[in-house]
């Protein structure tokens, strides 16, 4: 079965699910802020199989928010790093991470805590407080 394609709508949400391809490639986006940079890595940690990964990283790399870099050792060997445009992704993927926070685990049972390293406070929530 072909999945719905949302490339054609006018809508940035619309736009934006097209450029992941689907949940698996914000999982990828996620790991790759955690640091993950080759395949297998990817794999062991999304517990994501091959050929859906391999499509996913694919995808990811289509659209520019991720780029395949040789990784330079041990012969052809290639990791994944975020571009620009996928490090742009960090505002989306906290606040998708606060939504969950609060209204899927409930405060004070989240899976995470950002804190911050000089101070080992927590990361004050992301807020928008005007159209500036």
Do not use: K
């Amino acid at each position: 079965m072909e999945r719905t394609r949302f490339d054609r709508m006018n809508c940035g949400i619309a736009r934006a699910v097209e450029a992941f391809g689907d949940a698996w490639g914000l999982l990828v986006v996620r790991e790759a802020f955690f640091g993950v940079r080759r395949f297998a890595d990817f794999q062991s940690n999304l517990g994501i199989p091959r050929n859906t990964l391999s499509r996913r990283l694919s995808h990811l790399v289509e659209q520019g928010v991720v780029e395949r870099v040789d990784a330079g050792t041990h012969g052809t060997r290639f990791e994944y790093r975020l571009t620009a445009r996928g490090e742009a992704l960090l505002p989306v993927l906290t606040a998708l991470r606060e939504w969950a926070d609060e209204h899927v685990f409930g405060r004070g049972r989240e899976p995470l805590r950002f804190e911050e390293r000089a101070t080992g406070r927590r990361v004050p929530r992301l807020v928008v407080r005007s159209a500036d």
